[in-house]
């Protein structure tokens, strides 16, 4: 709801409701979805539509060998942990009696979840549950997509850890094999189409490419670590899913709720509202009277008109670079805030941090694959390069770009090594001046920046 954020800094009636695992195939909502005979039934307050059906229909890519059944067998071994991470994820290991008996204990688990992440296919069954008679509150998008995603970040995070623990041990494998098992899992876990598994993704992959550019920064022999980094990528890090996936399902669960919400008078006409749904909205936004009075009302035709409008206007957001999309991010955050119906205020809070948090997980994809084509480069010449132009790689086209300047991320020799940075949220060269949270001046690449303070574990 409009009055809560999530860790992300996201506020949003999803928030509070949308915490489940719901990966599909990549392609399955995004253009595919508006053919004539995949596009969404419009929402029916005479009859409300069956969305979980319609996206369970939609989403089965009938698989064989499915992902999901696994990491569901692996999340049933794993404990929870007792403590906290302290920071067993910035490297090198430091010694953490909680974290290391919560490896012990759940080993069973995290080999079930390597075996899951090597899968090809993943689709997480929406399960709707037994109709309870309230033709209103059965089949209801929001109720069934509840399930924590505590499992999954702990086992990635677990999978990191172990690898500094292993590290510190002497064994310099473990950690980029299980930054690339987090990078896999997490890829499973994007396509769900949701924004709550976007964000999770998201927050797995900054994980596991900060990992990455750990290990190259740690290793004795760079160069031959950069080579195995890049020939497993490119099968375990496909491009992500458009943006535009996630948004679609926040269009659909407010269909959903809006057709649910609104009961017709019939023949008396005008529109009263469900009390159990209301309940499930007023309980986290406190509507006053006056309010739920207006909203009745009005009825749904403006908040879904407002809906498809926002939405819309978010989609041609999306599709534009970030450079030039930046300028309309604040009037595209006022919209709902603004608008006069206070149940658009309820159902649509800001949902534009998932745009910049996905593209800084481009610029860290990109950036890795950077900073291995220079680490190889430098082992076949014992030199670095002069500019990005002399990576002869096919794919040099794509990852040299910034996606928040548009333009080349910056690279140069520096020393005995070099720099390689994004200008980052403010869209200008601030020099190399590293800012963590991307938002006041370039987020630096290589050399890394906060993690390794501390010197390599004793060889």
């Known amino acids: 709801m409009s009055s809560h954020s999530d860790e992300h800094g996201r506020t949003g009636y999803t928030t509070m409701i949308i915490l489940g695992i719901l990966p599909v195939t990549i392609a399955a909502l995004t253009a595919d979805v508006l053919a004539a005979d995949l596009k969404p039934p419009p929402p029916d307050p005479a009859k409300p539509v069956n969305y979980i059906e319609w996206l369970n229909k939609i989403l089965d890519a009938n698989v064989k060998e499915n992902a999901a059944d696994v990491y569901g067998q692996a999340f049933a071994k794993m404990k929870p942990l007792e403590g906290?991470?302290?920071?067993?994820?910035?490297?090198?290991?430091?010694?953490?009696?909680s974290v290391s008996g919560w490896l012990a204990a759940n080993r069973e688990g995290l080999a079930l979840y390597r075996k899951a992440s090597a899968m090809h296919e993943c689709f997480f069954q929406i399960d709707d549950p037994t109709p309870q008679g309230d033709v209103r509150m059965d089949h209801l998008l929001v109720e069934v997509l509840l399930p924590s995603l505590q499992s999954h970040r702990?086992?990635?995070?677990?999978?990191?850890?172990?690898?500094?623990?292993?590290?510190?041990?002497?064994?310099?494998?473990?950690l980029p094999t299980n930054a690339i098992v987090v990078l896999r899992a997490a890829h499973h876990l994007d396509t769900g189409p949701s924004l709550m598994h976007r964000l999770a993704a998201?927050?797995?992959?900054?994980?596991?490419?900060?990992?990455?550019?750990?290990?190259?920064?740690?290793?004795?022999?760079?160069?031959?670590?950069?080579?195995?980094?890049?020939?497993?990528?490119?099968t375990a890090d496909p491009p992500r899913s458009p943006t535009n996936q996630a948004y679609?399902?926040?269009?659909?669960?407010?269909?959903?709720?809006?057709?649910?919400?609104?009961?017709?008078?019939?023949?008396?006409?005008?529109?009263?509202?469900?009390?159990?749904?209301?309940?499930?909205?007023?309980s986290l936004d406190n509507l006053t009277p006056a309010q739920l009075q207006t909203v009745a009302q009005a009825g749904p035709g403006p908040v879904l008109d407002f809906t498809n409008l926002y939405f819309d206007a978010i989609d041609e957001w999306v599709a534009k670079p970030y450079h030039l999309a930046a300028a309309e991010t604040d009037h595209l955050d006022r919209m709902p805030k603004?608008?006069?119906?206070?149940?658009?205020?309820?159902?649509?809070?800001?949902?534009?941090?998932s745009r910049t948090l996905d593209e800084r997980a481009t610029a860290s994809r990109r950036a890795t694959r950077l900073?291995?084509?220079?680490?190889?480069?430098?082992?076949?010449?014992?030199?670095?390069?002069?500019?990005?132009?002399?990576l002869k790689t096919a794919e040099l086209k794509e990852i040299r770009a910034d996606p928040f300047s548009g333009r080349d991320f910056v690279y140069r020799k520096q020393g005995t090594s070099f720099v390689l940075y994004s200008a980052a949220e403010n869209l200008k060269d601030d020099t190399g001046h590293h800012d963590e949270s991307w938002k006041d001046g370039d987020f630096v690449f290589w050399p890394v920046q906060s993690k390794l303070s501390r010197p390599p574990p004793t060889r």
């Open 248 to 282: 679609f399902m926040e269009r659909i669960i407010v269909w959903d709720l809006c057709q649910r919400l609104f009961v017709p008078r019939g023949l008396l006409g005008g529109w009263t509202l469900h009390k159990p749904i209301l309940n499930l909205i007023a």
């Open 84 to 97: 906290d991470w302290g920071d067993t994820l910035d490297g090198p290991w430091s010694d953490n009696k």
């Open 154 to 174: 702990d086992a990635t995070k677990g999978l990191i850890a172990e690898g500094y623990q292993a590290w510190a041990r002497g064994d310099f494998k473990t």
């Open 338 to 353: 603004t608008n006069p119906n206070p149940l658009v205020q309820v159902l649509i809070g800001s949902l534009l941090r």
């Open 202 to 234: 998201t927050a797995s992959y900054a994980l596991a490419y900060g990992t990455l550019r750990d290990s190259l920064a740690l290793a004795d022999d760079p160069s031959t670590l950069a080579a195995r980094i890049l020939a497993e990528l490119k």
């Open 371 to 390: 900073v291995a084509h220079i680490l190889v480069y430098h082992g076949r010449t014992s030199t670095y390069p002069t500019s990005l132009d002399d």
